[in-house]
């Protein structure tokens, strides 16, 4: 086990003057990310209800689930792929309903996808480019013509880009087609153009889906360090548990769309209703006694023997 995951597991999470859970270490910061009574319905299904979640700089929190939990669906209500039914989304202090996906990305939320969406016949340079859109600063005229102050920003641009691709060592790579690439690379060039567009909060979806033991370690060791230079919040939905329990100060935990516990790596994997409703029966006999912080959902979720038999899948999609 690496330095960096050692150290997290010393995090504590206290309350803020709200009912969020933060490290201590930002107990007096801002939230930079809330989220209030977040719903949303599909036709009759909710797949999301009474989502609650408070995030300040410089912290990643996990969120994890069964398959169809709804993980995804809070990605998409942040994003604005979906406008929620309920509930309301601050980014800094601002009220982001009725915002674009485009306008809520240019106001610091970015994010990866659970299936990758890069332009497979564009360079991996190219990729990133298009996350630095909002930072080029050059009229379409200025463009067409090949002006100087055209070359002067995309030199800057093209620096830019090396500087974020060597994150994770990836500047050699930067005039391949991004579909060349092998799986994991794909999957770090996404996160690479999610940090192109200067997020104040990152999303990961799933980074490690896919990747080898060794690529999901070093990416544990990357999403750390990303976090210590960029300063930012990063909320990670993920099924490997190795790396949520690694890196994660607080860990939130969905089944049916409701949270139903939130707490510390350790709280969670020895909160009864989580390994009852997630992380399986032979998880609780190792760590039977001790319950993490969790919602009153809680105890409805634990009651509901017909959820339990829907969840597909305890523990482990790749
Ligand atoms: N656009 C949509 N229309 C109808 N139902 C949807 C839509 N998007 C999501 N759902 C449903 O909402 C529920 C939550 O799906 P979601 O993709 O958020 O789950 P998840 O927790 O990300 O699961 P996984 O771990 O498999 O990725 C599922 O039942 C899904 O079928
Ligand atoms: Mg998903």
């Keep these: 086990m690496s330095d960096t995951i050692k150290k997290r597991e010393e995090v504590k999470l206290v309350t ?13 910061k801002a939230l930079v ?37 709804g993980k995804t669906t809070v990605f998409n209500l942040l994003t604005k792929v979906y406008q929620q039914s309920r509930g309301t989304i601050f980014l800094d202090g601002k009220d982001t309903m009725g915002m674009s996906s485009t ?11 659970q299936n990758i969406r890069l332009f497979d016949k564009l360079t991996v340079e190219d990729n990133v480019k298009i ?21 002067k920003e995309e030199k800057k ?11 994770f060592d990836m500047a050699d790579m930067a005039d391949k087609p991004a579909g060349s690439l ?37 990416l544990m060791d990357n999403i750390s360090k990303i976090r210590d230079e960029f300063g930012i919040a990063i909320l990670l939905i993920e099924h490997d548990m190795n790396l949520v329990m690694g890196i994660c100060e607080g860990i939130v935990v969905l089944n049916f769309g409701r949270i139903i ?14 390994v009852e409703a997630y992380l399986g029966k032979s998880h609780e006999n190792k760590n039977s006694g001790a319950s993490g912080t969790s919602d ?17 899948k305890k523990g482990g999609k790749r």
Excluded at 296 to 312: I, L, T, V, Y
């Design 16 to 28: 803020v003057p709200s009912p969020y859970l933060v490290p201590e270490r930002n107990a007096g």
């Design 33 to 69: 990310l809330e989220a209030n009574h977040l719903g949303i319905d599909f036709g009759g299904l909710t797949a999301v209800d009474d989502f609650n979640l408070g995030m300040s700089q410089n912290e990643i929190t996990g969120l994890i689930g069964p398959n169809g939990a």
């Design 103 to 113: 306008q809520v990305n240019q106001a610091g939320i970015a994010r990866t996808f």
């Design 131 to 151: 996350g630095l859109h909002n930072s080029i600063n050059y009229h379409m005229w200025e463009g067409v013509f090949r002006l100087p102050v055209y070359w």
């Design 157 to 167: 641009a093209h620096e830019r880009v090396l500087e974020l691709l060597s994150i």
């Design 182 to 218: 092998p799986y994991g690379a794909q999957r770090r060039l996404e996160i690479v153009r999610a940090l192109a567009t200067k997020p104040k909060v990152l999303l990961l979806d799933e980074p490690a889906a896919g990747m080898n033991p060794s690529e999901t370690a070093e």
């Design 261 to 274: 516990a939130k707490g510390t790596p350790s709280e969670i994997q020895n909160n009864p209703v989580v």
């Design 296 to 312: 009153e959902d809680a105890k409805k979720a634990s009651g509901d023997d017909a959820h339990k038999s829907n969840n597909r």
